[in-house]
């Protein structure tokens, strides 16, 4: 009897023993289901849209196993421009870059190859500076309006105020050259090597007030294209300026007329590069209200850079130095030369 009841209850544990292990492995099995739940493998198109909705599909690889979607990189922030003071001011509408390379020439008055100003598109330009009162002043009004203009400088004047060609320079401003003493490049008396000495002189009496290069920009004076000055010229890659407009601002009696001679001739081309002069009084009382009326009568100023500074001549630049008359070096004490008078 004690065996048969032996026996029976051996079976039913190794019944219920079996039951179990069989409930555990069984794929119905709870606790199968919440140890792993069921998981269907994406293409990896799917998992990366899944991911970055944005990004695009990309050839599946059987042998990559995608955890995460990279974000595409973000675009580089664009420069910002230079916010101007004045929000009605005339601006800059675009800079322009000139390689001077066989010396171009610019201005319909004297060259017709180079038409690269749209309607309604001026240049402003000024000869002569740099010089006390007039060009601070027409520095301030370019300032107020925010625009730009390329100066030719004489190289003399360059020397009497290194400091205001500074601040043309500063201010952004193209600086090139107008030979050394403003001579006439085309006279009858004018030799080669006379021209060479005023152009090359006048860029290194630019370059010492500027302490830095400037443009190989060249504008001859008094408009006077001389065919040797310009072979010249054009070897040592510099770009030669006239004009499409004259202000005739040194002829006028007073601003109103070179803002009325300005205007009637833009209006009637309109376009072109202007030609005045900071070293003109009248000019830089006339400049403030010339810029408003071309604001007003839809014009927009193209600036002018050179791609490559002018290198000037050692030669020149030496000579400039020795002939400029710098005082000796006194030989009194300091004490006869500087005194305290309050401390």
Known sequence: ????????LASVVTAVVISAVWLFWTPSSPRLALAAPNTVA????????????????????EDVEVTAAIPETPAAPSPQKSTCANPDGLGVARVVVIDTTGGPGFGFEHFKQLDFLTDKEVVLTFDDGPWPGNTPAVLKALADECTKAVFF????????????LRQV??????????????ANLNSKKMTEQIARDEIEKGYSAVKMALGAAPSPFFRFPELQHGPAAMTYLASRNIAMF????????F???NPEQIVNTVMTKLDKQGKGIVLMHDF????????????????????????????TPLQTLPEYDEALLKDMKVPVSSARPIGSVVQTVTE
């Not at 990896?44 to 970055?52: D, K, P, T, V």
Request: hydrophobic share 40%.
């Open 42 to 61: 994406a293409p990896l198109a799917e998992r990366l849209a899944a991911a970055n909705p944005s990004a695009k599909p990309a050839p599946a690889r």
């Open 1 to 8: 009897m004690r065996n048969a009841l032996g026996l029976m």
């Open 153 to 164: 400088p004489i190289g003399k004047h360059a020397t009497y105020h290194p400091e205001i």
């Open 242 to 249: 006239s004009c499409d407009l004259d202000s005739f601002d």
């Open 280 to 307: 003109q009084k009248h000019t830089a009382e006339a400049l403030p209200t010339l810029l408003r009326r071309l604001k007003a009568g839809g014009y927009k100023v193209v600036q002018m850079k050179a791609k």
């Open 251 to 253: 002829r006028a009696k």
């Open 169 to 182: 320079a500063a201010a952004g401003h193209t600086v090139g050259a107008h030979t050394w003493s403003h």
